[in-house]
């Protein structure tokens, strides 16, 4: 069939294109005259083609309605197959009823019933498929051809037969469908009324025997009861059924009007069903009156039961809570007894080392038993149950405690009994799983300990590996299980609380009283729901069973009634015990207070007696060496010192041992009464008297001192006097002795001093003198010192004249002093007798004019007054100079720090006028002003030929720029030194110079000017050379901060001036430093040359060292704020640090060592002392 639609198609496509090519050959026919022979070949060929096409054409619509007819006949006899097929199914399906035997049970007949039914109607639904189809195909028949048509027709005409055939036997099924439906209908009635009957006549067997048994037990009557309900259920069950099924029949049977008879007998049916129920509910209210009666007996009985179980529990309660509210629970105090000797014991095994069996066996002698009397004798030999040889219980808390551990009542113990005593038990706290390893992860859980469960621990606790907390292993008091508990959780949860035997019994108690008031409880509920069940009840065995129901609650409240007042009794026991055992808490704590108190105040009394002692013989030596100020001493530094050592030694020992006592009384502040108040009163008389004892050490220290002091000030003004009565018979000055004692050194040493002294012709000191007066000298005499030692500046006080004499009478004026001028003691001060007053001889620092002046007039006026030596230090560089004047030559640069002796000045110049220029220094680029021309008219600088760089540009190597390789970049600014003449290139049209860089001697190829006249290099006629040393200052005033100076040679940009400057003559000061002993002039005083005292306060707490370098030196002790120091050298920069550091004495014990004047920071340490007074 598709192969003819397929050629059918290329049929109907051929035949387009055949019209396409006539009208197209029509069209060239038309148009192209010449062509119209050939055209109308062609037009013959296209028209031959045609006439074959039509011919295919007619065969193949032939051919396909043949296969239309074919394919409308293979459809039709498929479908009356399946009708065909149906039918038969059907007749098979109504087998079962044409055997002619009797007809199948009823649930076989309503299964077979229902097959036949579904066959019927699929047989039904297919016959009147296949009729419809049979109708439908001879329509289509109609649109063939006649001879397509006629095949198809006959063909249809024989499927319509066999259509018709099989509709026939299904007509002949479904007659006697309406027939076999009304028999299976009555079948299965008839059966389940013959089961109805059944169930009713054993339910009323069943009901017989429950009437007619007569009494009989609980468990019969209730099994009875049980068996008659049953089976009235399983009768009214069937009963309900059958109804049901009635019910239906009758709905079917009344669509059929050919059902009449079967109509009759369903309503014989349905009034025997309700015989059955009428004989079914008589047998019900038997058995409903006899279940009153049986649960009647039933409900007293419970209630009974339940009842007499609540009193049960009440006594069993009782009987549990004996021993607490016996006696208000006196009897627990033994075990309050028994913990304090158990603890006891176990400090006491602790302490000797013992065992508990061996304990046992010095308890009992090696005996197998302790008698009560070994007992108590053994427990008063322990020393933790003693205080001050007394036993801390009494014989009958002892013999309480035996009574407590001889549990079988022998009046004696056992090793196990009182091994009994010592095993370690538990709370449990919260619920937690027993394991059986230590290690929590991978261990089995042996079971889960509930709340309150007591446990026994069988071993010290452990670390658990991973988690870090503590277990132990533990066996239950409950079942005797062993393993490992943990004791606290790593979120803080306590699950192990101590065992508490009081507690123990109260939360048994607690649990049994909570038990009987549940119990009790769910008796009444149970009474009152069985009650309010019956309440409807008006009469019958029920109703009196409600009103024996009630006679119970009286028993009920009596018990609940007893139950809170056992509660009651429970928390007055509780309160007593915690009476009790605060009691032998306070007891007990009184007993080790009065042991403790007793040891803090002989350990305090031990301390202060030794420290006392010790006060006092320091003392004591103190008074008769302040009373004989050494005299007797043949070395009085040492004996001083070590009486010193003593009294301040005793002075810490007592402040110890008051600061032991402070910390015993802090500890014992909040106590107002009993042993540790009593300790604490004896502890503050002992820490008052360490106060005095130790205060008046340090009293005679500085009384010591003092007398020290005074004999050094002495032998010291003997040294002093007799060294100047030397010098000035020897005509030395200071500095000839230092440099002759020195020997080239910064500092004379100690034992050349002495020497030197002890050589000194007509010296009347003793050694312990000298020993006295150079003790300050111990670690060698610098320059600063001997200066300080042997010059006397006085100050001028009021105005007074210089004379050239003595003798005020015979002398004449050498000047007048101004006051506030200073002057140094030549010869020491005399008396003129003449006129009464005190002269010496002195020298003017202002101009170094001499003469004699008056110190004290006759009327007591003081005219001059102590001054101490003048110095001078440098806070920046500074000039030192050869002449008065300014412009003289230098001899040196000084340094930051150095410190200078005055020896004149400070004095003026004249009046001048300088010129001053402002510029650059070639050399780094530092900028500021200088002195062009001095007020002598002396040049400083002279014109050098330089060139600058007026544009940035190469430095190169070679003279070619594309040969040379750059040096480096030149900036703007930067001046060169020329070092040979211009050369031209020619070619590039460039002219370069060699040159020199003044900045980094650099030497190299610079283009003059450009091929485009760029200048990038010119010559200058702003720079000058430097002649003489000369400093660079930041302003136009000279003197102003220092740069710093230009050295000869330097080549200086100006950049304004030269310009005048008036100036007023410069503040000359002439000094010597005391660093090498250089003289000189330098400017002074000023903002960089300042005055300086070698006496200095502690401005912030610093470290005394033993040497210069900080990272290398010892501490020698801390210096106090506010404390004064001597400096002994002059300030030095410690090199690593770059700190200023000096070496001092210390006024307050002599010690002496380096220090840093400022901190790291830039603040104060050291702070020289105003020169003023």
């Known amino acids: 069939f598709e192969a003819v639609k397929t050629a059918e198609a290329a049929v109907n496509e051929a035949n387009t294109e055949l019209r396409k090519l006539h009208g197209h050959l029509t069209g060239v026919s038309a148009r192209f005259a010449s062509a119209r022979e050939d055209v109308g070949k062609l037009q013959e060929r296209v028209a031959a083609s045609t006439g074959k096409l039509a011919a295919a054409q007619g065969v193949l619509k032939m051919r396909t309605e043949q296969a239309e007819v074919q394919k409308l006949l293979s459809e039709t006899e498929a479908k009356c197959k399946d009708a065909e097929a149906l039918v038969h ?80 036997k299904l007509s002949e099924i479904k007659a006697n469908l309406s027939k076999r439906k009304h028999q299976i209908a009555k079948q299965e009635v008839e059966a389940r009324m013959k089961e109805v009957n059944e169930f009713v006549k054993a339910a009323q067997e069943a009901t017989e025997v429950l009437v007619s048994g007569g009494d009989m037990a609980p468990e019969a009557m209730k099994a009875a009861c049980e068996k008659a309900g049953s089976t009235q259920a399983a009768a009214k069950k069937a009963i309900d059924a059958t109804r049901q099924l009635l019910g ?21 049916m349905i009034l025997a069903v309700d015989a059955a129920q009428g004989e079914l509910d008589a047998q019900i209210g038997r058995l409903r009156d006899q279940e009153h009666k049986f649960v009647a007996q039933r409900l007293i009985k419970d209630a009974t039961d339940h009842v007499e179980a609540v009193e049960k529990k009440l006594a069993d309660t009782l009987a549990i809570a004996a ?38 066996a010095m308890m009992s002698d090696k005996a197998e038993t302790v008698p009560e009397a070994k007992f108590l004798s053994f427990l008063k030999t322990v020393p933790e149950l003693k205080e001050e040889d007394a036993t801390l219980f009494s014989d009958e808390e002892l013999k309480a405690v035996f009574k407590h551990i001889d549990t079988e009542a022998k009046g004696e113990i056992k090793n196990q009994q009182l091994k009994e005593q010592f095993r370690l038990k538990f709370f449990i706290a919260a619920p937690v799983s027993m394991t059986d390893g230590l ?52 979120q803080g949860t306590d699950y192990l609380a101590d065992y508490d035997p009081y507690l123990a019994c109260e939360k048994k108690v607690q649990k ?16 009152d729901k069985k009650s309010g069940e019956l309440h409807g009840v008006a009469k019958g065995p029920l109703f009196e069973t409600r009103e024996l129901l009630m006679g119970l609650k009286p028993r009920i409240s009596k018990v609940q009634q007893s139950q809170v007042e056992l509660r009651s009794q429970v928390a007055r026991a509780r309160k007593k015990h915690q009476e009790n055992v605060e009691a032998e808490k306070q007891r007990r704590q009184e007993a080790i207070d009065r042991r403790a108190a007793r040891s803090v105040s002989e350990e305090a009394e031990a301390c202060a007696k030794e420290a006392d002692e010790d006060a006092k013989k320091a003392s004591s030596a103190a008074e008769v060496l302040v009373a004989s100020r050494g005299a007797d001493a043949e070395s009085p530094l040492q004996v001083f010192g070590d009486a010193d050592k003593a009294l301040l030694a005793a002075a810490e020992a007592c402040e110890k041992a008051e600061e032991k006592i402070r910390d015993k009384l802090d500890g014992l502040r909040s106590y107002f009464r009993g042993p540790f108040a009593e300790a604490r009163n004896a502890m503050k008389a002992l820490k008052e008297g360490l106060g005095a004892s130790g205060g008046k050490c340090r009293q005679q220290a500085a009384e010591l001192k003092g007398v020290l002091t005074a004999l050094e000030g002495d032998a010291h003004a003997a040294v002093l006097v007799a060294l100047c009565a030397h010098l000035r018979k020897e005509g030395l000055s200071t500095e000839a002795l230092f440099k002759q004692l020195a020997g080239g050194e910064t500092s004379i040493p100690a034992d050349g001093f002495r020497g030197f002294l002890e050589k000194m012709p007509g010296l009347e000191l003793k050694k312990a003198q000298l020993d006295i007066g150079l003790a300050r000298y111990s670690s060698g005499v610098s320059r600063l010192m001997i200066v300080g030692l042997l010059q006397l500046y006085l100050r001028c006080a009021k105005e007074l004249a210089i ?168 900036e703007v600014g930067e001046a060169m030194e020329v070092i040979g003449e211009p050369v031209s290139d020619e070619k590039k049209g460039l002219s370069r110079i060699k040159v020199k860089t003044k900045v980094d001697e650099k ?116 210096l106090e704020v506010g404390e004064r120091l001597v400096a002994l050298e002059t300030p030095v920069v410690e090199p690593t640090s770059g700190l200023m550091r000096v070496r001092l004495r210390c006024d307050k014990d002599g010690s002496s060592g380096f220090a840093s004047v400022w901190s790291q920071e830039g603040a104060a340490l050291l702070e020289p002392l105003p020169t003023e007074g």
């Open 89 to 168: 199914a059907a007749q098979e399906a109504e087998a079962p009823f044409l055997t002619g035997e009797e007809c199948p049970a009823p649930a076989q007949a309503a299964k077979a019933f229902e097959a036949l039914e579904a066959s019927e109607r699929a047989a039904h639904v297919a016959v009147g498929a296949a009729r419809t189809l049979v109708a439908m195909k001879k329509l289509a028949c109609k649109r063939l051809a006649e001879a397509s048509a006629a095949k198809g027709v006959e063909g249809l005409a024989k499927l319509q037969e066999r259509v018709e055939t099989a509709n026939k």
């Open 248 to 268: 239906q029949k009758q709905r079917e049977a009344r669509a059929n009007a050919s059902a009449e008879d079967i109509k009759a007998e369903l309503i014989k």
């Open 323 to 360: 021993p607490l509210v016996s006696e208000e629970g006196q009897g627990f105090s033994a075990f309050i007894w028994l913990a304090e000797i158990m603890s006891a014991l176990k400090k006491h095994m602790s302490v000797a080392e013992k065992s508990q069996e061996d304990l046992f």
């Open 439 to 490: 290690a929590v992860k991978g261990g089995k859980t042996i079971r889960k300990l509930e709340l309150n469960e007591v446990i026994e621990a069988l071993d010290e606790p452990q670390k658990e590996p991973n988690l870090g907390i503590l277990r132990v292993k533990a066996k239950t008091e409950k079942d005797g299980k062993e393993g490992y508990i943990t004791l606290k959780g790593n």
């Open 512 to 527: 049994s009283v909570q038990e009987l008031l549940d119990a009790s409880n769910a008796a009444s509920r149970y009474i």
């Open 803 to 970: 004379t050239s004499a003595f003798e005020v009478k015979e002398s004449k004026t050498v000047r007048k002093l101004a006051v506030g001028e200073i002057v140094e003691v030549l010869e020491e001060e005399r008396t003129d007798e003449a006129v009464g007053l005190v002269r010496a001889k002195v020298k003017a620092l202002l101009d170094g004019d001499e003469g004699w002046a008056t110190l004290r007039g006759n009327q007591g006026t003081t005219f001059l007054v102590d001054f101490p030596k003048p110095f001078y230090i440098l806070d920046d560089e500074v000039q030192m100079q050869s002449g008065f004047q300014s412009t003289s030559s230098e001899i040196r640069r000084m340094r930051a720090g150095e410190v200078l002796e005055l020896l004149e000045g400070p004095r003026r110049e004249d009046s001048y006028e300088i010129f001053r220029a402002r510029g650059r220094a070639a050399k780094d680029g530092k900028e500021g002003w200088l002195t062009f021309k001095d007020n002598q008219g002396k040049e400083l600088f002279e014109k050098v030929s330089v060139y600058v760089c007026r544009q940035g540009i190469a430095l190169t190597v070679a003279f070619d720029i594309t040969e040379g390789k750059p040096v480096r970049k030149l």
């Open 1003 to 1118: 030497e190299g190829w610079v283009t003059l000017k450009g091929n485009q006249g760029t200048a990038f290099v010119e010559e200058s006629d702003k720079h000058f050379v430097c002649k003489v040393g000369v400093p660079l200052e930041m302003r136009f005033q000279s003197g102003s901060p220092l740069v710093r100076s230009l050295e000869v040679g330097e080549v200086f940009e100006v950049r304004e001036g030269p310009k005048a400057e008036a100036k007023e003559g410069a503040s000359r000061l002439r000094g010597r430093n005391l660093g090498d002993g250089t003289e000189g002039w330098f400017n002074g005083p000023s903002d960089v040359t300042v005055p300086w005292s070698p006496f200095f306060v502690c401005k912030q707490s610093t470290v005394l060292t033993d040497g210069l370098d900080i990272a290398s030196a010892r501490a020698v002790r801390k």
